[in-house]
């Protein structure tokens, strides 16, 4: 097993005018493996956000250290390519363009047609062609989430980071981008972590499931290891003993060991 | 045809009929005030009300009979190049200004309290003290202009670079763009439009303030030429030229409507 990407006895701290420091997440400890599909799931204000930013390297952690391929991570770079809730593309530019400017970035020795090439690559593979030529405001919250997929997975990072990108979609819309997904997964074979709130999401898309307690102080309550075939299929998992285990779990952590009661 | 557009062409034409009855109520009571036909007369040429045939001032805007005497044309176009002249200066310094503004806060706080103080002095408060350094006329009324437009660009510009969405900036960092690429890339598209809100407000101010600067400064210059007409008992052609000066403002905003649209990113069906 090669620690890929390793998170040690991470803690991160507010500081709050007037008051002591509040501590958003504590004794953090995780090892991620190359090519693992890992989500976070934890009730709203845990921390899960706070968590991915520091491996992003947008936030600093207060305590410990993250490292990818024993490297400490020390600001945001183009290796942990990062989709936003709001899928966060530049609107004056067009789908194409939103990807480009990223390629153009990261991989500044290509050639125009092969720039053009691998940004066309990414666009078809979201099943974006139509599309690729509108600016994001005339495109459904749907297909602005497959750009910002296309886009982070066209610099070819080595970890994928999303903090909940389905999250604002319809249920049908949010299914659709899942096998999405899944799909492209299969072929990239990306290390991925996928913050979620959803929990068929969590169960269907991972390997492994973490569990974060509640705040302040939140920290991983438990690590559900998904032992379910790829790949898989939405409709068949319903009556899947896995899956129901997985699901029942999960289910257990969050509405009876960590309720919440003011949510 | 269009009920809507027969409304826009009506309403305003029995509004013009009022005012021009207000006029002629003021004319009749106001001892030498000009009346409308006579106005008319003396902007298109004809017969005035003394059975003279005069040469309108619009009848031929482009004459020039000497450094002192040219038509009107080259009034506005003198008032005109001092505005420009000022507001791309302004623009050269405010723009850069703004955008330091807007993405330090160090530089925030140290220009900021300048900028609040000064921005509510009228410009032709400056006027005196340009005048003293220059000793020019055109170098006053162009740097006069420039304190003028200065400060909505620059507070419009700063503004601009602060609606720059933490997202877009998270997106920069992670692939690492430079300073330099974070201002061209992202906070320039985003501040255009504020930028350009900026421009056209500050050329409305500029354009107002210009008339009264050429009153105070003489020379040349469609705001002297007015003040000139005052001198010359030439009541009427205050009028005209009160009338010019909203025609050629409306057009400037009109103009730079147009343009700040193009930029707009929003207003092309992308938000
Ligand atoms: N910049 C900040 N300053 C102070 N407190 C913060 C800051 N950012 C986050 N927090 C606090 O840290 C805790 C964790 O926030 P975080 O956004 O990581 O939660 P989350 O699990 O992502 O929630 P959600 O599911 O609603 O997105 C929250 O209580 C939040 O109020
Ligand atoms: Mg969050």
């Known amino acids: 097993m090669s620690e890929f990407l390793s998170l040690k006895n991470v803690e991160k701290r507010f500081p709050i005018s007037g008051k002591d420091d509040y501590v958003a997440v504590t004794d953090v400890n995780l090892e991620i493996k190359k090519n693992e599909i890992i989500s976070i799931i934890g009730h709203s204000g845990c921390g899960k956000s706070t968590l991915l930013n520091m491996i992003a390297g947008l936030d600093m952690q207060s305590e410990g250290s993250i490292e990818l391929n024993g490297k400490k991570i020390r600001g945001p770079g183009p290796e942990r390519a990062v989709v936003f809730q709001n899928h966060s593309l530049l609107p004056w530019l067009t789908s194409y363009q939103n990807i480009e400017m990223a390629v153009k970035k990261v991989m500044p020795e290509l050639s125009s047609i092969e720039l053009r090439a691998r940004v066309e690559k990414y666009i078809s593979m979201v099943n974006l062609e139509h599309a690729k030529d509108k600016a994001p405001g005339e495109l459904s919250g749907g297909m602005k989430q497959r750009v910002g997929i296309a886009r982070a997975l066209s610099i070819n990072p080595e970890v994928l980071l999303m903090d909940e990108p389905f999250g604002a979609l319809d249920s049908l819309t949010r299914a659709n981008l899942q096998e999405h997904l899944m799909r492209i997964q299969e072929s990239v074979k990306n290390t991925v972590i996928i913050i979620t709130h959803d929990i068929d999401e969590a169960v269907l898309l991972s390997d492994r499931v973490i569990m974060m307690t509640n705040g302040p102080d939140a920290t991983i309550g438990e690590i559900l290891e998904v032992n379910l075939e790829r790949p898989r299929k939405r409709v068949e998992l319903q009556h899947d003993p896995e899956y129901i285990r997985c699901r029942e779990a999960i289910l257990s952590f969050l509405y009876e060991k960590f309720a919440k009661e003011d949510e | ?271």
């Open chain 2, 1 to 271: 045809m269009n009920i809507d557009l027969v409304k826009r062409i009506v309403l305003p034409l029995l509004v013009l009929i009022v005012i021009i009855q207000v006029w002629s109520g003021i004319a009749h009571t106001v001892e030498d005030f000009p009346t409308p036909s006579d106005t008319y007369v003396a902007a298109f040429g004809g017969i005035n009300e003394f059975d003279d045939e005069v040469v309108g001032v619009l009848s031929d805007p482009f004459y020039i009979e000497n450094v002192d005497d040219k038509g009107i044309f080259w009034q506005i176009m003198e008032s005109l190049k001092r505005v420009f002249g000022g507001f791309a200066l302004a623009l050269i310094i405010g723009v850069p200004l703004g955008l330091l503004i807007g993405m330090s806060k160090n530089a925030q706080y140290a220009f900021d309290p300048f900028i609040q103080i000064f921005k509510p002095v009228s410009p032709l408060a400056w006027l005196p003290l340009l005048l003293f350094i220059f000793q020019d006329i055109n170098l006053t009324a162009i740097s006069t202009i420039f304190i003028t437009s200065i400060w909505p660009i620059i507070i419009n510009t700063a503004l601009g670079v602060k609606s720059v969405s933490e997202d877009y900036m998270n997106v920069a960092k992670v692939l690492q763009f430079t300073p330099m690429e974070k201002v061209v890339q992202i906070i320039l598209p985003v501040a255009i439009p504020f930028i350009f809100t900026g421009m056209r407000l500050s050329l409305a101010i500029a354009w107002l303030v210009i008339v009264a600067a050429e009153m105070l400064t003489g020379g040349i210059g469609i705001g002297f030429w007015i003040w000139d007409e005052y001198n010359n008992l030439a009541y009427h052609n205050i009028i005209i030229g009160i009338i010019i000066v909203g025609l050629v403002g409306f057009l400037l905003d009109t103009i730079m409507g147009l343009i700040a649209n193009y930029f707009d990113y929003t207003k092309k069906g992308r938000a």
